[in-house]
Nanobody, 127 residues
């Protein structure tokens, strides 16, 4: 059974940092794209970042709102993914979801592209 388990969310003041983790189990994710979406109250899911491997090269993708403030990475065993977020803003407040799937470059920012979703972890940034 495939599982994606997020951790690392919490309450932080504006300007602070958080590191989210996503532990994957139940299958081999080494060839899968993995990433993060978030959903704020009353809003649609929003792409945050993604990481994929192709031809021995690692590719990373970021939403414009997260560029320069976040770093997505994955461990060598490709079982755990991380999202380091810095200089957090109140508008970053949302539930953050870990996602995974056989997603090509052209579709990494599309919510429906991902087959697997975690339960989500709450990130709250106070002003």
């Amino acid at each position: 059974q495939v599982q994606l388990l997020e951790s690392g969310g919490g309450l932080v003041q504006a300007g602070g940092s958080l590191r989210l983790s996503c532990a994957a189990s139940g299958r081999t994710f080494s060839s899968y794209t993995m990433g993060w979406f978030r959903q704020a109250p009353g809003k649609e899911h929003e792409f945050v970042a993604a990481i994929r491997w192709s031809g021995g090269t690692t590719y990373t993708y970021y939403a414009d709102s997260m560029k320069g403030r976040s770093t997505i990475s994955r461990d060598n065993a490709k079982t755990t993914m991380y999202l380091q977020m810095n200089t957090l803003k109140p508008e970053d407040t949302a539930v953050y979801y870990c996602v995974a799937g056989p997603v090509p470059h052209s579709a990494v920012t599309t919510r429906r592209s991902y087959d697997y979703w975690g339960q989500g972890t709450q990130v709250t940034v106070s002003s």
